[in-house]
């Protein structure tokens, strides 16, 4: 059974930095793009980054280019994304996913999904 879980969520004050995780199982990593999608309330979840299944490219939406960085450790089986410069924008549930597309950038790219962890940047 695969198995997504995130952590490392909270609350901080905008300009600061929070590093999220992404533990999964079940699956062999390896084989799969990693990707962090974003949902605010009221909106509907958006591509934030991407990381191929080597992790030696990565993608990024415009709005966090520069202030976040993922990474994944293929030997521990997780993901990462380093969130720095936090604005008040970047509130919202994280989710991670795990799919069989290059640096997908839909939803629809991705096969398992997490639960999420909610990120509150506050003023």
């Known amino acids: 059974q695969v198995h997504l879980a995130e952590s490392g969520g909270g609350l901080v004050q905008a300009g600061g930095s929070l590093r999220l995780s992404c533990a999964t199982s079940?699956?062999?990593?390896?084989?799969?793009?990693m990707g962090w999608f974003r949902q605010a309330p009221g909106k509907e979840r958006e591509f934030v980054a991407a990381?191929?299944?080597?992790?030696?490219?990565?993608l990024y939406a415009d709005s966090v280019k520069g202030r976040f960085t993922i990474s994944r450790d293929n030997g521990k089986n997780t993901v990462n994304l380093q969130m720095t410069s936090l604005k008040l924008e970047d509130t919202a549930t994280y989710f991670c996913?795990?799919?069989?597309?290059?640096?997908?950038?839909?939803?629809?790219?991705?096969?398992?999904w997490g639960q999420g962890t909610q990120v509150t940047v506050s003023s």
């Open positions: 079940g699956l062999t990593f390896s084989r799969y793009s």
């Open positions: 996913g795990a799919g069989r597309a290059y640096l997908g950038t839909r939803m629809s790219f991705y096969d398992y």
């Open positions: 990381i191929s299944r080597s992790g030696g490219d990565t």
